[in-house]
């Protein structure tokens, strides 16, 4: 996000005097420019120059020698002679007494001195104290303490001493203001840009959308200078992309300066450092600044190579297959074939990368404190394949955030002789005449016209714009407008707006600069008969009955280890082993996609008792991912237009398989003891009535039946079917080796459920049924019944049995003990019987109840319990 000082932003348009940083950003915001901070004065207060009149070195028990001094700061600040103070080393005279730690300067140099009063970045307020046995009346001050970075300049670490380093031939008298003498007052604008608008990316191109807001006078710094002219004997350039991504050469333009002779030792002026400082970049050497703040001054990315380092000719290639390249910041770095790199002859074997065009450049070419001959690089480069590359390394860089939004490709030669003069202004050398400017043939350095018809803006906007501002706004922002006929106007963009390339990127911009604020606001009306989806209802409907339950819902990122797969107890051949891989995750440890919603959640359930929950009562709907059984790459649509149909299909086929998934884990009190009594704990019972919740809520009718399903305990596991047998989803109690591994409460358990298969088998409309207005009748059975029947078997014989009278059949109790024998067990279920033609006779309920236990003995062989 681009910080834009106002005294930089005034070299290129006029800012009235008194313009504050409000004024710029609400100008900015205008027409488009979001304000993202704004970075007040980094010192406000009494900062002024002094003179070092004495100072006396005291050594200190702590083992370190401070400095007592007087200062002289001028007589609007000076405490008088007769003023009570310390005593005072030298001859007595108007001063003031300063402790500082610091030992670069002596008495007779001029310093920088924070007054009380004074506020500095932190901020820091500065007031008289004592220390050291003295009142400290102020402090000396350096670069790091005033924001201005590591040092102005390698002679002046530590304090800074006006008239060394980057200060020499400053003039300056004590009292004078050292806010203004170090530009520290300057107020600062942080805005975003968004990404089609890469020209905002520079001082040039806010200054344009400034002078557009208000009207104000704008200069173009690039008609300025006079670029270089590309001639014969120049530094060997050859572009050779022989694999382009998608038919666009990775470079298009490569022009090349070259200095000689520079002053390996000169440092960076004052106002550059400054300036880079105050935009948010720190001040390196002049070579490396001065290529920085054209950058930043300009938006044309440049790089500097030290010439020495370097064996001719320059090649623009591809990255070979296995090619290594260590970056400016130490890094290896291994190289993709899709890499465009730049590459010399220095290598073993003739050919090596020394940079990743348009991202970083490489350690081997850097430029050092022994660089003396320098060579300018100024590119055009593709924004595919830069914004690849970044995203590739993970090295986003100030030269890839502007190459990837697209750089004016009239830049080059302009921003190289730029760069060029600075160097040889404040470091020596001298310019080669001979200057490489290497093309692709073909490429164009203007976009293509627009078609636009003059009545198109009002169509799509809804303001009537007159011919008038339709052809102003579109002048003004740089464009070549001619008449087309026919009320047609054929539009030619300026080279630094790429972005433009239909006629609705101009109307955009006609809207934008005659002003947002004359677009009406209308509320649209939504259509009649639109709503939520039945799977958007059902999802609702589904949380909805699970929080009325008692339940919390949760969120976990869907990442997690290899070994979460072995933690859950799941079989070599279980699918939900087909795991996606991430290229690029967020965490190495978590390179996986979930495959079962259990698989996060449990976690997510561990986390919460490690910060003091005693209960869980969790759930969360979303997707889990299965890989293809076959995958195949998925292929990479262009950026330029829309993905035909045969290439979504191929990028959803590549896809993994989505799964919706609703899942839940419950372990501990369902609440704790109040005077009604102990709740009981969750249980694998509450995980089943959870599952059969989602499914009641979702509209579908689920069969439970016993089954053994990692990560569940093998004897207290559910599965859920639809009537057709397809499974969709499992409850119960989690296996104890779960349990322990995930360090939840004994006999935790947990449900997951498919609920996209659930919404799939509800069916679409719900007949309503007539409720009888006759009066119920209550039977209560007890059957004795093998060990591994399900009560659903037993449920659906019974309500089979009966028929229509059955109104419910609902399971209240189940016992196994010395009583009902050995391998069985009591079910005993609660029957309201009603029917909707009359009051049921005491013959008709007896008929029932024999055809229901008859129903049991032939289904299951049941016997009813005596």
Same mark, same amino acid.
């Given at each position: 996000?681009?910080?834009?000082?106002?005294?930089?932003? /005034?070299?290129?348009?006029?800012?009235?005097?008194?313009? +504050?940083?409000?004024?710029?950003?609400?100008?900015?915001?205008?027409?488009?420019?979001?304000?993202?901070?704004?970075? $007040?004065?980094?010192?406000?207060?009494?900062?002024? =120059?002094?003179?070092?009149?004495?100072?006396?070195?005291?050594?200190?028990?702590?083992?370190?020698?401070?400095?007592?001094?007087? =200062?002289?700061?001028?007589?609007?600040?000076?405490?008088?002679?007769?003023? $009570?103070?310390?005593?005072?080393?030298?001859?007595?005279?108007?001063?003031?007494? %300063?402790?500082?730690?610091?030992?670069?300067?002596? $008495?007779?140099?001029?310093?920088?001195? +924070?007054?009380?009063?004074?506020?500095?970045?932190?901020?820091?307020?500065?007031?008289?104290?004592?220390?050291?046995?003295?009142?400290?009346?102020?402090?000396?001050?350096?670069?790091?303490?005033?924001?201005?970075?590591?040092?102005?300049?390698?002679?002046?670490?530590?304090?800074?001493?006006?008239?060394?380093?980057?200060?020499?031939?400053?003039?300056?008298?004590?009292?004078?203001?050292?806010?203004?003498?170090?530009?520290?007052?300057?107020?600062?604008?942080?805005?975003?840009?968004? &990404?089609?608008?890469?020209?905002?990316?520079?001082?040039?191109?806010?200054?344009?959308?400034?002078?557009?807001?208000?009207?104000?006078?704008?200069?173009?710094?690039?008609?300025? %200078?006079?670029?270089?002219?590309?001639?014969?004997?120049?530094?060997?350039?050859?572009?050779?992309?022989?694999?382009?991504?998608?038919?666009?050469?990775?470079?298009?333009?490569?022009?090349?300066?070259?200095?000689?002779?520079?002053?390996?030792?000169?440092?960076?002026?004052?106002?550059?450092?400054?300036?880079?400082?105050?935009?948010?970049?720190?001040?390196?050497?002049?070579?490396v600044d001065v290529t920085n703040y054209v950058m930043l001054d300009l938006g044309q990315p440049l790089h500097a190579y030290d010439s020495h380092?370097?064996?001719?000719?320059?090649?623009?290639?591809?990255?070979?297959?296995?090619?290594?390249?260590?970056?400016?910041?130490?890094?290896?770095?291994?190289?993709?074939?899709?890499?465009?790199?730049?590459?010399?002859?220095?290598?073993?074997?003739?050919?090596?990368?020394?940079?990743?065009?348009?991202?970083?450049?490489?350690?081997?070419?850097?430029?050092?404190?022994?660089?003396?001959?320098?060579?300018?690089?100024?590119?055009?480069?593709?924004?595919?394949?830069?914004?690849?590359?970044?995203?590739?390394?993970?090295?986003?860089?100030?030269?890839?955030?502007?190459?990837?939004?697209?750089?004016?490709?009239?830049?080059?030669?302009?921003?190289?002789?730029?760069?060029?003069?600075?160097?040889?202004?404040?470091?020596?050398?001298?310019?080669?005449?001979?200057?490489?400017?290497?093309?692709?043939?073909?490429?164009?350095?203007?976009?293509?016209?627009?078609?636009?018809?003059?009545?198109?803006?009002?169509?799509?906007?809804?303001?009537?714009?007159?011919?008038?501002?339709?052809?102003?706004?579109?002048?003004?922002?740089?464009?070549? =407008?001619?008449?087309?006929?026919?009320?047609?106007?054929?539009?030619?963009?300026? /080279?630094?707006?790429?972005?433009?390339?239909?006629?609705?990127?101009?109307?955009?911009?006609?809207?934008?600069?005659?002003?947002?604020?004359?677009? &009406?606001?209308?509320? &649209?009306?939504?259509?009649?008969?639109?709503?939520?989806?039945?799977?958007?209802?059902?999802?609702?409907?589904?949380?909805?009955?699970?929080?009325?339950?008692?339940?919390?819902?949760?969120?976990?990122?869907?990442?997690?280890?290899?070994?979460?797969?072995?933690?859950?107890q799941l079989p070599a051949d279980d699918e939900r082993r087909r795991t996606v891989r991430l290229l690029n995750p967020l965490t190495e440890d978590?390179?996986?996609?979930?495959?079962?919603?259990?698989?996060?959640?449990?976690? =997510?359930?561990?986390?919460?008792?490690?910060?003091?929950?005693?209960?869980?009562?969790?759930?969360?709907?979303?997707?889990?991912?299965?890989?293809?059984?076959?995958?195949?790459?998925?292929?990479?649509?262009?950026?330029?237009?829309?993905?035909?149909?045969?290439?979504?299909?191929?990028?959803?086929?590549?896809?993994?398989?989505?799964?919706?998934?609703?899942?839940?884990?419950?372990?501990?009190?369902?609440?704790?003891?109040?005077?009604?009594?102990?709740?009981?704990?969750?249980?694998?019972?509450?995980? %089943?009535?959870?599952?059969?919740?989602?499914?009641?809520?979702?509209?579908?009718?689920?069969?439970?039946?016993?089954?053994?399903?990692?990560?569940?305990?093998?004897?207290?596991?559910?599965?859920?079917?639809?009537?057709?047998?397809?499974?969709?989803?499992?409850?119960?109690?989690?296996?104890?080796?779960?349990?322990?591994?995930?360090?939840?409460?004994?006999?935790? +358990?947990?449900?997951?459920?498919?609920?996209?298969?659930?919404?799939?088998?509800?069916?679409?409309?719900?007949?309503?049924?007539?409720?009888?207005?006759?009066?119920?009748?209550?039977?209560?059975?007890?059957?004795?019944?093998?060990?591994?029947?399900?009560?659903?078997?037993?449920?659906?014989?019974?309500?089979?049995?009966?028929?229509?009278?059955?109104?419910?059949?609902?399971?209240?109790?189940?016992?196994?003990?010395?009583?009902?024998?050995?391998?069985?067990?009591?079910?005993?279920?609660?029957?309201?019987?009603?029917?909707?033609?009359?009051?049921?006779?005491?013959?008709?309920?007896?008929?029932?109840?024999?055809?229901?236990?008859?129903?049991?003995?032939?289904?299951?062989?049941?016997?009813?319990?005596?």
């Amino acid at each position: 996000m681009p910080r834009i000082p106002l005294t930089w932003l /005034a070299d290129h348009v006029d800012l009235p005097t008194g313009t +504050s940083a409000e004024s710029v950003a609400a100008a900015l915001v205008s027409v488009g420019l979001e304000e993202e901070a704004i970075w $007040p004065a980094q010192v406000t207060g009494p900062l002024v =120059v002094g003179r070092v009149l004495d100072l006396v070195k005291e050594p200190q028990k702590n083992g370190k020698t401070i400095n007592w001094c007087r =200062v002289d700061v001028g007589p609007e600040h000076n405490e008088e002679l007769d003023s $009570p103070k310390d005593p005072q080393p030298g001859e007595e005279r108007p001063s003031r007494g %300063i402790i500082c730690g610091a030992h670069n300067f002596e $008495p007779g140099d001029l310093v920088i001195v +924070s007054l009380p009063g004074t506020v500095l970045p932190g901020p820091f307020p500065i007031a008289a104290r004592k220390t050291y046995g003295h009142v400290s009346d102020g402090m000396i001050c350096s670069t790091a303490e005033l924001g201005l970075g590591e040092g102005i300049g390698p002679e002046t670490e530590g304090i800074i001493v006006v008239g060394k380093g980057t200060l020499a031939g400053v003039e300056a008298e004590p009292g004078d203001d050292a806010i203004a003498l170090l530009g520290l007052g300057d107020e600062v604008v942080e805005i975003n840009v968004t &990404p089609d608008r890469g020209y905002a990316f520079s001082m040039r191109g806010v200054a344009r959308e400034y002078s557009h807001a208000t009207g104000a006078a704008f200069t173009d710094p690039a008609e300025r %200078i006079e670029g270089a002219v590309g001639t014969r004997g120049g530094i060997p350039v050859q572009l050779r992309d022989e694999s382009p991504i998608r038919g666009r050469a990775g470079c298009s333009r490569f022009v090349a300066v070259e200095v000689r002779g520079v002053d390996p030792q000169a440092a960076s002026p004052r106002w550059i450092q400054q300036r880079l400082a105050q935009a948010g970049m720190r001040p390196i050497s002049l070579i490396v600044d001065v290529t920085n703040y054209v950058m930043l001054d300009l938006g044309q990315p440049l790089h500097a190579y030290d010439s020495h380092q370097l064996v001719g000719p320059i090649v623009v290639r591809r990255a070979h297959e296995g090619e290594m390249l260590e970056t400016l910041d130490d890094k290896p770095r291994a190289l993709a074939p899709e890499d465009l790199v730049i590459a010399d002859c220095g290598g073993e074997s003739g050919d090596r990368a020394i940079g990743i065009a348009g991202v970083m450049g490489g350690a081997s070419t850097e430029v050092s404190a022994e660089t003396v001959n320098v060579i300018i690089e100024a590119a055009s480069f593709d924004p595919v394949t830069v914004a690849r590359s970044a995203r590739r390394h993970r090295l986003p860089s100030e030269a890839s955030r502007r190459f990837e939004r697209g750089v004016d490709p009239l830049l080059p030669p302009i921003a190289a002789m730029r760069a060029a003069q600075l160097i040889v202004e404040h470091g020596g050398g001298e310019i080669d005449h001979r200057v490489t400017d290497e093309r692709v043939d073909g490429a164009p350095f203007l976009p293509a016209p627009i078609s636009l018809a003059v009545t198109d803006a009002e169509r799509l906007v809804g303001v009537a714009y007159t011919p008038e501002q339709v052809r102003g706004s579109l002048e003004t922002i740089g464009c070549t =407008v001619e008449d087309a006929g026919d009320g047609e106007l054929s539009v030619t963009p300026p /080279a630094w707006r790429p972005d433009l390339t239909i006629a609705e990127d101009l109307v955009e911009e006609i809207a934008r600069l005659v002003g947002y604020d004359q677009i &009406p606001s209308v509320l &649209p009306q939504a259509r009649g008969g639109r709503g939520l989806t039945r799977s958007q209802r059902a999802r609702r409907a589904a949380r909805t009955a699970l929080a009325e339950a008692g339940l919390v819902e949760v969120t976990s990122y869907p990442f997690v280890a290899p070994g979460v797969l072995d933690d859950l107890q799941l079989p070599a051949d279980d699918e939900r082993r087909r795991t996606v891989r991430l290229l690029n995750p967020l965490t190495e440890d978590e390179p996986l996609l979930r495959t079962d919603l259990l698989q996060t959640l449990l976690p =997510v359930a561990r986390r919460n008792l490690g910060r003091g929950e005693d209960a869980l009562a969790i759930f969360q709907l979303a997707p889990a991912f299965i890989a293809r059984e076959e995958p195949t790459p998925a292929p990479i649509p262009g950026v330029d237009a829309v993905p035909a149909a045969q290439e979504l299909a191929a990028i959803d086929a590549a896809l993994p398989e989505q799964r919706a998934q609703i899942a839940a884990v419950l372990a501990g009190p369902r609440r704790g003891a109040t005077w009604f009594g102990d709740a009981g704990s969750w249980d694998w019972a509450d995980a %089943i009535d959870a599952a059969r919740r989602v499914a009641a809520a979702s509209g579908a009718e689920v069969l439970v039946a016993a089954a053994e399903h990692a990560p569940f305990h093998p004897g207290r596991c559910a599965r859920l079917t639809l009537a057709d047998g397809t499974v969709v989803g499992h409850a119960g109690e989690l296996h104890p080796r779960v349990v322990k591994t995930f360090g939840l409460p004994a006999r935790a +358990s947990a449900m997951v459920v498919a609920i996209d298969a659930l919404v799939a088998a509800a069916p679409a409309v719900i007949a309503a049924e007539a409720v009888s207005t006759y009066p119920v009748a209550k039977e209560d059975f007890a059957f004795v019944v093998a060990s591994d029947v399900p009560a659903a078997a037993v449920e659906g014989a019974l309500l089979a049995g009966i028929g229509d009278v059955a109104e419910s059949v609902e399971l209240f109790d189940v016992y196994t003990g010395e009583q009902v024998g050995e391998g069985k067990k009591s079910l005993a279920f609660a029957v309201r019987l009603r029917s909707a033609e009359g009051t049921l006779s005491a013959e008709e309920i007896r008929s029932a109840r024999e055809r229901a236990i008859a129903a049991v003995d032939a289904a299951v062989g049941g016997v009813l319990r005596a």
